[in-house]
């Protein structure tokens, strides 16, 4: 089966990637569809050359789709109309085909996981030359800050990786002695070594005729086999460099199942191990709503969202106390922010994702709402750009709408603070008067760098919130 | 009782290629023996360089025989009264199937065998390797953790013992031979034993010296598995099917030599019992003979998810058996530059390459008939033809031996066309009405032509073909099994509503083909067949879904209510 009925696309193109997924092919067990690709113009450098896979609408009801396997590896020439991965789709599986040729770059969706449709699953590097760019793209554009997407997450970087780089090093010391050998692996060993991505070649085979078998890969990869009862006994050179280094070892519960990260997970792990180096300290704040959600009422029509309001609210709030929006980098210096940037954590399947909106003390509500919702409806079809998810000064989170009535969030790495807002609900409150009455009433509370923002700065701004918020018209205006 | 043994497209350049793989050095001149693949089973029913004589027939009958066969002289003259009406050459399934048609018919017939009854399909073939697969189903099963949580079932730690399972193939195989022999005794065939050679027009020896007259001889001899030059076979580390079902050991890595059904049967039976496997194939994709989209599928359900690898494009040129401390070696060469590769040391290696023809020593030099690299070459009704192209008058070769179709049931069919035949009624049997099955885990089967096949062919008569797919993932009774996994093609003609082919990948596909290779062979059309009724739930709903989604663009049936 080729190509040869292949649905007409759009070619590539600097357009953004929603226009191409956009086009539904009418195919029903007709032909293969063929992957889409955009070509992506973020980086001023030349990487023109590399395409990012999407995932394709399979039918016409198909809003997301399942990786079911990768026909192709990384690293693998592809040439035009071959089969590049499977997909399942409310219907059935689907080879998909490239519509290019090509070095399969970057897997971004791996095996057994779903993406929307639209969303990147590789990228397609046009030589071999690109192919570290590609990576290094798909590495950096997840990079360091707050919770990143899975889109654009790095292969390179995902959990099992991490022991893959050191422990060849020590094992592969005794193949030296030998001078060269050839290597033989069997089958199994040599798709564990592609799974875990261990470099067969510095295996030591301990089978028979010195071949590498499937243990010897997960013993280089530090996997120790799943019926150990005691806790693993530091094994070899292997498994010293595993990441269990840091980890304790903690008694294991018979029956329990381990399901690895996915590369969002591990880099929302990654971020909260990194959060804490940075001291921190939390300050609340009640914030009564009764005037906010009066305003709420009559803007909703309009397609106003609380989050919008709340992070116009706090935009204007940290727009007159520049420290709270401050970072510190180097931990000798204050970095002020030319732009007051919300971000704001989203709870998406599994994951968790910071869309940010910039500016936000500049654009006005209704712009803001509008730009929220194209945000959320991005960060659900995994098409943030890194930009909308890593460029946030400061942070929001709201569990209000669980019922939650305060939390503690912890700070983000490369930002001075957060705000995490509870539920605004009725309250008995004592006025000045002495007289009690019953108000909305929101607990914040934000959690801040004390190296950059001490307690009184923090204090000031919240008070400045908490005036906004209890007099919201400067909102609308 | 018999099932698919192999299949042959060289002389059945409509059907479908199974079998893909192909020595260079083996037959350097031809255009490769891709026919020679399948359930691996060894015939020696007519080697008469090796008069081995296995007593199976009483020695009663034996010498009323030889009384009996003493009557014609003379080479050249066919003889006048016959001792058969029907002389059959090999006791295989297609022998078995003419003969048990011939004695309906009132013919007096015999059987001659030179090695056991039931021949490959029953004692090498079909028959050993479903005990087999049996087993690995089970096991795979048992061992799917996964599979059995979503059933909601715990089982412990699923093992097995090897010589319990081979015994089983073995049990297996003498029960079905048992039944075969009783089936033959009890309709009265004679059993004749020996090798048997055509001397002349109607006279058949066989054994030693006995010499008999026959009004029609069917030659039934079944074939050989095929081992391409440079493959050194030792029967314990480098095997055929042969020595494969006998299931002697179960190495930890073994390579198969050809990914078509025998290798494809044998992975499924390997891993399920621990094995890893490597295949090698010369042509440039596994499973080459499959209709691409059900390689595919087949591939990623029966290949990807398995401990096995590839190595595709290249020839096994050298294979050489585990000795000396040293494992099997193979040396790979590229099919198309034809230069070395690389080496692959393994635990063992079966050589699943195909099927030779089993004619040697057949005598057909007697008749003037040369066979083509083996096979003994017939016209469409069986009859052997001689080397100027003139049927031979009272000569049939059914099954392997003529490699039209290198599958049990078709020498059966074949069998039954020409015993048909010979009692007054012609009789043409449609190639394309027979399945094909691959018993793997979850089952393959075709009938009919493959999607490119079928396009051809409309291409050269002018025709539209379309085609309608199922997946069992809607199936309630796949689901409830939790074997969504799979698919149902069909290919048909949009303008006439006939059924060019049906190919499945699913559970159970290999039993459920038969409404598709019956509606063939009936020329039931697609618009007709949509009527009729399954069962719910069942796993046919698959077709009756598949032939619903079909569609037909001329007045379809009204069923008429009465």
């Known amino acids: 089966m080729s190509s040869s009925l292949l649905q007409p696309r759009a070619p590539p193109s600097l357009s953004s990637s929603s226009s191409i997924s956009g086009s539904k092919p009418q195919w029903r067990f007709t032909s293969p569809p063929a992957v889409t690709f955009t070509r992506r113009a973020r980086n001023s450098t030349v990487n023109a050359k590399i395409r990012e896979i999407f995932m394709p609408a399979l039918s016409s009801t198909m809003t997301e789709g399942k990786i079911v396997s990768w026909i192709k590896s990384e690293g693998d020439v592809l040439s035009k109309g071959e089969s590049v991965v499977v997909v399942e789709s409310d219907k059935a599986d689907m080879d998909v085909e490239t519509f290019y040729d090509g070095i399969l770059a970057a897997i971004v969706v791996p095996e057994g996981e779903s993406a929307p449709v639209g969303a990147p699953i590789g990228l397609l590097a046009e030589t071999e030359a690109e192919i570290e760019e590609a990576r290094a793209k798909a590495a950096s554009a997840g990079g360091s800050s707050p919770p990143k997407i899975a889109a654009d997450a790095p292969v390179a970087a995902s959990p099992p990786s991490a022991p893959v780089a050191a422990p060849p090093t020590p094992a592969a010391a005794p193949v030296v002695?030998?001078?060269?050998?050839?290597?033989?692996?069997?089958?199994?060993?040599?798709?564990?070594a592609k799974q875990h991505k261990v470099d067969i070649n510095k295996v030591v085979g301990t089978g028979p005729f010195g071949r590498i078998t499937p243990a010897d890969v997960e013993a280089a990869a530090g996997i120790t086999p799943v019926k150990s009862t005691p806790p693993p006994v530091t094994a070899p050179a292997a498994t010293a460099a595993a990441?269990?280094?840091?980890?304790?070892?903690?008694?294991?519960?018979?029956?329990?199942?381990?399901?690895?990260?996915?590369?969002?997970?591990?880099?929302?792990?990654?971020?909260?191990?990194?959060?804490?180096?940075?001291?921190?300290?939390?300050?609340?704040?009640?914030?009564?709503?009764?005037?906010?959600?009066?305003?709420?009422?009559?803007?909703?029509?309009?397609?106003?969202?609380?989050?919008?309001?709340?992070?116009?609210?706090?935009?204007?709030?940290?727009?007159?106390?520049?420290?709270?929006?401050?970072?510190?980098?180097?931990?000798?210096?204050?970095?002020?922010?030319s732009s007051i940037n919300i971000a704001v954590a989203v709870a998406i399947?599994?994951?968790?994702?910071?869309?940010?909106?910039?500016?936000?003390?500049?654009?006005?509500?209704?712009?803001?709402?509008?730009?929220?919702?194209?945000?959320?409806?991005?960060?659900?079809?995994?098409?943030?750009?890194?930009?909308?998810?890593?460029?946030?000064t400061f942070t929001l989170s709201n569990l209000g709408m669980f019922g939650v009535d305060r939390f503690d969030a912890i700070l983000p790495p490369g930002q001075g603070a957060i705000m995490a807002v509870g539920v605004s609900k009725p309250t008995p409150v004592a006025g000045k008067d002495g007289y009690f009455s019953v108000k909305n009433q929101m607990l914040v509370n934000v959690t801040a760098d004390h190296r950059i923002v001490y307690g009184a700065d923090l204090a000031a701004f919240l008070k400045t919130f908490a005036k906004i918020v209890q007099e919201p018209d400067s909102l609308t205006m | 009782m018999q099932s698919l043994i192999s299949t042959s497209?060289?002389?059945?350049?409509?059907?479908?290629?199974?079998?893909?793989?192909?020595?260079?050095?083996?037959?350097?001149?031809?255009?490769?023996?891709?026919?020679?693949?399948?359930?691996?089973?060894?015939?020696?029913?007519?080697?008469?360089?090796?008069?081995?004589?296995?007593?199976?027939?009483?020695t009663s009958k034996k010498t009323r025989f030889n009384v009996s066969s003493a009557s014609p002289d003379g080479n050249g003259s066919p003889p006048t009264t016959f001792d058969y009406d029907l002389v059959i050459i090999g006791a295989g399934v297609g022998g078995h199937g003419a003969a048990l048609h011939a004695v309906e018919k009132g013919l007096k017939t015999a059987i001659i065998e030179g090695d056991v009854i039931g021949g490959t399909c029953v004692n090498r073939g079909c028959v050993p390797s479903k005990a087999l697969l049996a087993v690995s189903g089970r096991m795979r099963e048992l061992q799917d953790e996964h599979h059995m949580k979503a059933l909601g079932l715990q089982v412990s730690g699923a093992g097995y013992n090897r010589q319990a399972v081979a015994d089983h193939a073995s049990n297996l195989a003498s029960?079905?031979?048992?039944?075969?022999?009783?089936?033959?005794?009890?309709?009265?065939?004679?059993?004749?034993?020996?090798?048997?050679?055509?001397?002349?027009?109607?006279?058949?020896?066989?054994?030693?010296?006995?010499?008999?007259?026959?009004?029609?001889?069917?030659?039934?001899?079944?074939?050989?598995?095929?081992?391409?030059?440079?493959?050194?076979?030792?029967?314990?580390?480098?095997?055929?099917?042969?020595?494969?079902?006998?299931?002697?050991?179960?190495?930890?890595?073994?390579?198969?030599?050809?990914?078509?059904?025998?290798?494809?049967?044998?992975?499924?039976?390997?891993?399920?019992?621990?094995?890893?496997?490597?295949?090698?194939?010369?042509?440039?994709?596994?499973?080459?003979?499959?209709?691409?989209?059900?390689?595919?599928?087949?591939?990623?359900?029966?290949?990807?998810?398995?401990?096995?690898?590839?190595?595709?494009?290249?020839?096994?040129?050298?294979?050489?058996?585990?000795?000396?401390?040293?494992?099997?070696?193979?040396?790979?060469?590229?099919?198309?530059?034809?230069?070395?590769?690389?080496t692959l040391e393994v635990d063992a290696a079966l050589i699943a390459t195909g099927r030779a023809p089993f004619t040697?020593?057949?005598?057909?030099?007697?008749?003037?008939?040369?066979?083509?690299?083996?096979?003994?070459?017939?016209?469409?009704?069986?009859?052997?033809?001689?080397?100027?192209?003139?049927?031979?008058?009272?000569?049939?070769?059914?099954?392997?031996?003529?490699?039209?179709?290198?599958?049990?049931?078709?020498?059966?069919?074949?069998?039954?066309?020409?015993?048909?035949?010979?009692?007054?009624?012609?009789?043409?049997?449609?190639?394309?009405?027979?399945?094909?099955?691959?018993?793997?885990?979850?089952?393959?089967?075709?009938?009919?032509?493959?999607?490119?096949?079928?396009?051809?062919?409309?291409?050269?008569?002018?025709?539209?073909?379309?085609?309608?797919?199922?997946?069992?993932?809607?199936?309630?009774?796949?689901?409830?099994?939790?074997?969504?996994?799979?698919?149902?093609?069909?290919?048909?003609?949009?303008?006439?509503?006939?059924?060019?082919?049906?190919?499945?990948?699913?559970?159970?596909?290999?039993?459920?083909?038969?409404?598709?290779?019956?509606?063939?062979?009936?020329?039931?059309?697609?618009?007709?067949?949509?009527?009729?009724?399954?069962?719910?739930?069942?796993?046919?709903?698959?077709?009756?879904?598949?032939?619903?989604?079909?569609?037909?663009?001329?007045?379809?049936?009204?069923?008429?209510?009465?």
């Open chain 2, 175 to 342: 029960k079905i031979r048992n039944n075969l022999i009783n089936s033959l005794k009890a309709l009265g065939v004679d059993i004749l034993t020996g090798f048997g050679s055509i001397l002349g027009p109607q006279k058949v020896k066989y054994g030693l010296d006995n010499l008999i007259t026959a009004k029609d001889i069917i030659i039934a001899t079944g074939s050989v598995p095929f081992v391409p030059k440079g493959i050194e076979v030792d029967g314990k580390t480098v095997v055929t099917s042969d020595h494969a079902l006998k299931l002697e050991f179960v190495p930890e890595w073994i390579a198969i030599v050809g990914s078509g059904y025998i290798g494809l049967e044998f992975s499924d039976v390997y891993t399920a019992l621990g094995s890893e496997v490597t295949f090698i194939e010369a042509l440039d994709q596994l499973m080459p003979g499959f209709d691409p989209e059900i390689g595919k599928l087949a591939q990623r359900v029966l290949i990807n998810p398995r401990k096995i690898d590839y190595h595709t494009g290249v020839f096994a040129t050298k294979i050489t058996p585990a000795k000396d401390g040293k494992p099997v070696i193979i040396e790979l060469t590229d099919a198309k530059t034809k230069e070395p590769k690389e």
């Open chain 1, 349 to 392: 399947n599994g994951g968790l994702i910071t869309p940010v909106l910039q500016d936000a003390d500049k654009l006005d509500l209704y712009l803001l709402s509008e730009k929220w919702k194209e945000l959320v409806e991005k960060a659900r079809s995994k098409q943030l750009q890194p930009h909308e998810y890593n460029s946030g």
């Open chain 2, 360 to 562: 040697k020593g057949l005598g057909l030099e007697n008749i003037n008939v040369e066979t083509q690299r083996g096979f003994v070459p017939v016209d469409e009704r069986m009859r052997v033809m001689d080397a100027k192209g003139n049927t031979v008058p009272h000569l049939y070769c059914i099954g392997d031996a003529n490699g039209k179709l290198m599958l049990a049931h078709a020498a059966s069919a074949q069998g039954i066309s020409v015993v048909e035949q010979l009692t007054g009624k012609d009789h043409v049997l449609n190639h394309l009405s027979v399945p094909a099955a691959c018993f793997t885990h979850p089952e393959i089967s075709m009938v009919g032509l493959t999607e490119p096949q079928a396009k051809e062919k409309a291409k050269k008569e002018k025709f539209k073909i379309s085609v309608a797919k199922t997946s069992f993932k809607a199936n309630t009774k796949a689901l409830a099994e939790n074997e969504g996994e799979g698919l149902a093609k069909l290919i048909y003609r949009p303008d006439t509503g006939e059924i060019l082919g049906v190919h499945i990948l699913g559970m159970h596909a290999a039993d459920l083909i038969h409404e598709a290779s019956n509606a063939i062979a009936l020329g039931t059309r697609v618009q007709d067949i949509k009527f009729a009724v399954h069962a719910h739930p069942t796993l046919s709903e698959v077709l009756d879904e598949l032939f619903k989604s079909a569609h037909v663009n001329v007045d379809e049936h009204k069923p008429v209510a009465v």
């Open chain 1, 177 to 192: 002695a030998d001078g060269p050998r050839k290597i033989v692996s069997t089958p199994f060993a040599k798709k564990l």
């Open chain 2, 9 to 58: 497209p060289i002389f059945a350049p409509n059907r479908r290629s199974f079998e893909s793989y192909a020595s260079p050095t083996a037959l350097p001149s031809s255009p490769t023996p891709f026919s020679l693949r399948f359930c691996g089973l060894r015939r020696e029913v007519l080697r008469l360089s090796q008069l081995k004589h296995r007593v199976i027939g009483t």
């Open chain 1, 243 to 337: 990441p269990a280094k840091s980890a304790p070892t903690f008694a294991e519960i018979p029956g329990a199942t381990v399901v690895p990260f996915t590369t969002m997970q591990a880099a929302v792990s990654k971020n909260m191990i990194e959060s804490l180096s940075v001291p921190t300290f939390r300050v609340g704040y009640p914030v009564m709503t009764d005037a906010l959600d009066a305003l709420y009422a009559k803007v909703k029509s309009k397609g106003v969202t609380m989050t919008a309001l709340l992070a116009k609210a706090a935009a204007m709030a940290l727009a007159q106390h520049p420290v709270v929006n401050a970072s510190c980098k180097d931990g000798k210096s204050f970095t002020y922010n």
